[in-house]
């Protein structure tokens, strides 16, 4: 079964507008990761923000805010005030447990940010 | 600046020709990652390294194996290259114990099978 779920194969936003990827994962562990990186066009991987299982507030890094829903399972990232250069690929991940440190990626999410 | 360095940007190869992915990082970092991505498929594990010369298989390891003689170098070699290798490889690394960002990533190899 898949662990991370992301429904969204592409995603067009309007510049200066705020965008929401969705994730849901599904794991058994009480104690787990959740992560979020950017893949522009020339290939490397960046991290954006991270939410552990346990922090009771929803993370969030500049323009980036991760709303954790715990119950359903979810941690969509939001963008917003969406810029040119966040035109790239999404990919949601998560690190089950605390000794494995394996990270299970999702299938990503393509946003075009138009001008 | 580089933190994690793949050899090798892009890399075309002959059907069972025996290919090797290097990737080097420079951080002293325990764990050491070999990933493909594929459209719509998202990244996909194939071996991690949690120490030097010690190694485990991930999600999809048939027709890769690694080696790890040393701690900063993590080699994935794939023994007669097919065109469903076709793909882009991606190394990543980590310290040992939890973290809160996860991996360090190399900028990928993206190798062609012909």
């Known amino acids: 079964a898949q662990k991370i779920t992301q429904t969204q194969p592409g995603m067009f936003v309007q510049e200066k507008e705020a965008v929401t990827l969705d994730c849901t994962y599904d794991?058994?562990?009480?104690?787990?990761?959740l992560f979020w990186y950017k893949q522009p066009s020339s290939g490397e991987m960046i991290f954006l923000i991270y939410?552990?299982?346990?922090?009771?507030q929803n993370a969030t890094e500049g323009r980036y805010s991760l709303n954790f829903q715990k119950a359903r399972k979810s941690a969509n990232l939001v963008i917003s005030a969406s810029q040119l250069g966040d035109s790239a690929m999404y990919f949601c991940?998560?690190?089950?447990?605390?000794?494995?440190?394996?990270?299970?990626f999702g299938a990503g999410t393509t946003v075009t940010v138009r001008a | 600046d580089v933190k994690v360095t793949q050899s090798s940007r892009y890399l075309v190869k002959r059907t069972g020709e025996k290919v090797f992915l290097e990737c080097v990082q420079d951080m002293d970092h325990e764990n050491m990652f070999w990933y493909r991505q594929d459209p719509g498929l998202g990244l996909r594990l194939i071996y991690f390294?949690?120490?030097?010369?010690?190694?485990e298989k991930g999600d999809i390891p048939e027709g890769y194996s690694v080696s790890r003689e040393k701690k900063e170098r993590f080699s994935l070699i794939l023994e007669s290259a097919s065109t469903n290798q076709t793909s882009m490889y991606l190394c990543a690394s980590s310290p040992a114990g939890v973290n809160n960002y996860g991996y360090t990533f190399g900028s990928g190899t993206r190798l062609t099978v012909v």
């Open positions: 794991t058994s562990d009480q104690s787990y990761g």
């Open positions: 991940a998560m690190r089950e447990g605390r000794r494995d440190y394996k990270l299970s």
């Open positions: 939410q552990g299982s346990y922090d009771e």
């Open positions: 390294s949690y120490d030097v010369k010690m190694k």
